[in-house]
């Protein structure tokens, strides 16, 4: 299959030897997302589109904690000033027509489980709403699912991705999940059966490698194995938390280069 802008990253990240390409994708979506919010070469957070947009959807705790890492404190605060004045607002028109005694506030106030959507108040509900939408990780979303649509598209039409994907290191717990529930919508019955013969025993091998290396990382510990040879176990501790779990533990801060 020919080469082209939208599979070029697609092949990078399948040529890392990573332990889930998918893993690099997203740690290059979600730095270039942050990039584009704050860095002051950009400066998108000046521009009002931009800033419509991060007012309305705000930001995760985690990309919060991301942002200011970053480095660029005044560029958050240009941010977050409007973003809290649509907050006030809002919070103003919330709080103007809660009614504290209303059926499902004494209903979740005497519930034994957790209390479900019927039983939350308009107030709570929008509470809830702020907290389930980030301007980082919708754009981060959004992409993905492009990049996952592009998988399928070079896997079955290009035998040399195939190969690709056959020999790399597999991939983390949650982008598994995410390319089996892909592929039972895109791949027809014979295509996903072929997919699946390849895809679980390459995941199952490889947390059986890394689980290998794990408790190697620990025998060089004991007395007895310290003059043996580390094998790969240095570093096993980080990739199998990335495995399990996803990502990049041993980051270090993403930072504005200043």
Known sequence: MKEQLYTIPLNDAFHTDDECPFCHIHRSLEQHAIEFVLSPSAAS??????????????FCSYHYQKMFTYGNKLGSALILETHMKKLTADLKAETSHYAPGSKSSFLSRFSKSAPDD??????????????????ICDYIEKIYQRYLDTF????KKDAAFRDLVKNSKGFC???????????????????????????FP???????????DVEWFQKKFDYQFKDADWKESKDSVQRAMQKVAGGYPADPPFEYAK
Do not use: P
């Open 118 to 135: 019927s039983h939350q108040s308009s107030l709570v509900h929008w509470v809830k709403d702020q907290e389930s939408h980030c301007y």
């Open 173 to 199: 717990l949650h982008h598994f999940g995410d390319l089996v529930q892909a592929a039972e919508v895109k791949m027809n019955e014979k295509d996903r059966a072929a997919f699946f013969e390849m895809l």
């Open 45 to 58: 957070y000046m521009e009002d589109d931009v800033r419509a947009e991060t007012d309305k959807m705000g």
């Open 152 to 155: 399928f598209e070079m896997y």
């Open 202 to 212: 390459q995941m199952i091998s490889g947390l059986e490698r890394i689980t290998g």
